[in-house]
């Protein structure tokens, strides 16, 4: 059975960092693009970054939003992609998700295509 599965979520003060991860199961991570997504309450849900398949070269990017505090990477032997999350905002409090892609591929900072989700971590930055 396919599956992704995410934690390290939690709360955290302003200023502050968490790493996120996101474990597969069932398939293997590194043939595929995978995304981190994240949705606030009342907001739709938004990309975040996405890493390319190892193969493709494992590209990085990021939305504008988190790009310098935020870092996507691979470890294939775990199966795991990981966010690390630097300097936290309380705009930063939301689900966060990860989504494995349909192809090696991202379109920017999704993945081109989606073939699955995890379940979310919710991730709360406040004093």
């Known amino acids: 059975q396919l599956q992704l599965v995410e934690s390290g979520g939690g709360l955290v003060q302003p200023g502050g960092s968490l790493r996120l991860s996101c474990a597969a199961s069932?398939?293997?991570?590194?043939?595929?693009?995978i995304g981190w997504f994240r949705q606030a309450p009342g907001k739709e849900r938004e990309g975040v970054s996405c890493?390319?398949?190892?193969?493709?070269?494992?590209?990085?990017n990021y939305a504008d939003s988190v790009k310098g505090r935020f870092t996507i990477s691979r470890d294939n032997v775990k199966n795991t992609v990981y966010l690390q999350m630097n300097s936290l905002k309380s705009e930063d409090t939301a689900v966060y998700y990860c989504?494995?892609?349909?192809?090696?591929?991202?379109?920017?900072?999704?993945?081109?295509?989606?073939?699955?989700w995890g379940q979310g971590t919710q991730v709360t930055v406040s004093s």
């Open positions: 989504a494995a892609g349909g192809s090696a591929y991202c379109s920017g900072y999704v993945p081109w295509t989606i073939g699955s």
């Open positions: 890493i390319t398949s190892s193969s493709s070269g494992g590209s990085t």
């Open positions: 069932g398939f293997t991570l590194s043939y595929y693009a």
